[in-house]
């Protein structure tokens, strides 16, 4: 778990915002009578800007220092809003379809300022590099990190496939850095990955928010129920390391598991950042029970998801306490085809709860444990009374299915101990759904 003195203070760049999806083509929301412009702070920033001109050791451009100074304007707001020019605008499109060209890792702020790895995308290069959520990144190619926003970084990070780039790491809870090249790729990495564990049982990784998602949820979960022959008896729902993304996206995903009910709701000073979105009739599992996982670097649209189903009592909610990111942002593009990133609203789950700063906390707390394998060479083994010489035989033959499946799940519970509990809390739930409907 990442600690309080690194507590990262902003979602990343790359799943971006939760609730761009609603003003990215529509017009800057409707405001109420502003107030005269308080001129003499106006003519204050002309005269910097005419003293920067005159005397700043290097020319510099009106379009330069109107650009940095509506920056710095975002920027002094909160962690969240930005200013996006032409090619960041372009880029932050191309990330909420899922594609795009780089190493494939979420950024974030933590307390003190560093840019941090929220978490490496499923199957990404930077994942296959070996990159950890919660590393500062001091270095982009010998380029110092400090002082940089994250979009500046952002851009360091993206280039032509084929091409590499060299990061400067420092990991959580230590003082020594390490380098690491990676090669830039097209990435393009499906946000669902379908998995049938045992029989009856599935499971269903979410790893962002973008336009793909909702729909491979859906198709996710056929898919399963086709490869099991029949309904599911249950599902595990991880979107644990989901930095989040598309608030639509996060609301077309709870809704696939709720029949009614209020997704989520946000409130904001402008009339038309005050939404509310429900949920229509159909349960992709009829009911079935659902885990959902999640742990601190579950943000945004991911913590809509869980704090839904965990409100309309739809699913039990396992793992750590999730990030904290509650706040709506929304994308208004500007006349000459730049953009800025806006927080409009704070976000509610159906409770009334705000996460802002707080999190999702789960009904069942599980730490990712490691679980430790047999030292086979030095001889260590299980004392058992099958280990013990001259033992009598059980008379009942065992299925050859049956160590497999011990095997299996004794294998799960060494490679992702949360996921390993979630199975077993799955099957119990599955056990007194039976009952009930008995």
Not at 401 to 427: C, H, P, R, S, V
Request: proline share 6%; charged share 20%.
């Amino acid at each position: 778990m990442i600690p309080r003195s690194r507590r990262l203070a902003v979602l990343l760049f790359t799943a971006l915002l939760c609730g761009a999806a609603l003003a990215a083509d529509a017009p800057p929301p409707k405001t109420s009578a502003a107030k005269p412009l308080p001129w003499e702070e106006v003519r204050q920033l002309a005269d910097v800007m005419e003293l920067i001109k005159e005397q700043y050791v290097e020319p510099v451009d009106d379009k330069t220092l109107i650009k940095g100074a509506i920056r710095g304007m975002l920027g002094n707001l909160d962690p969240h809003s930005d200013f996006l020019d032409k090619s960041e605008f372009s880029d932050m499109q191309d990330l909420t379809s899922g594609e795009y060209n780089g190493i494939g890792i979420d950024i974030g702020v933590d307390d003190e300022g560093n840019v941090v790895v929220v978490s490496p995308i499923d199957g990404s290069p930077a994942a296959r590099a070996g990159v950890q959520a919660g590393d500062a990144i001091i270095e982009v190619d010998n380029t110092s990190t400090d002082g940089l926003s994250l979009d500046q970084v952002s851009e360091l990070l993206r280039g032509k496939p084929g091409s590499h780039v060299t990061l400067t790491l420092l990991p959580e809870d230590s003082d020594k850095t390490y380098t690491v090249k990676i090669t830039r790729e097209e990435v393009h990495v499906p946000s669902t990955h379908a998995l049938l564990l045992q029989k009856g049982y599935g499971y269903l990784r979410v790893s962002d928010f973008g336009d793909d998602t909702g729909p491979g949820v859906v198709s996710g979960v056929r898919a399963l129920i086709k490869q099991n022959g029949g309904p599911l008896l249950g599902l595990v729902l991880d979107i644990r390391n989901n930095p989040g993304g598309l608030l639509d996206a996060a609301v077309a995903v709870s809704d696939a598991f709720l029949d009614r009910g209020l997704i989520v709701s946000a409130r904001g000073r402008a009339p038309d950042a005050d939404i509310q979105r429900s949920a229509t009739p159909g349960d992709l599992l009829d009911g079935a029970p659902l885990v959902v996982l999640v742990n601190e670097g579950t943000a945004s649209a991911a913590e809509i998801v869980a704090g839904a189903l965990q409100d309309n009592h739809r699913a039990l909610i396992m793992g750590n306490q999730t990030f904290g990111k509650g706040s709506v942002q929304t994308v208004i593009p500007l006349p000459q085809g730049d953009a800025i990133k806006l927080t409009t609203a704070l976000y509610y789950t159906p409770s009334g709860r705000s996460i802002q700063a707080e999190g999702i906390t789960p009904d069942v707390v599980v730490d990712p444990l490691e679980l430790a394998a047999a030292d086979q060479e030095q001889g260590g083994t299980e004392l058992k009374e099958a280990n013990l010489r001259g033992h009598l035989a059980n008379a009942t033959p065992t299925p050859a299915t049956g160590d497999a499946a011990i095997k299996a799940e004794d294998d799960l519970a060494a490679k992702d101990f949360q996921l390993y509990q979630a199975l077993n809390m799955l099957k119990g739930l599955s056990v007194l759904d039976t009952r009930k409907g008995g």
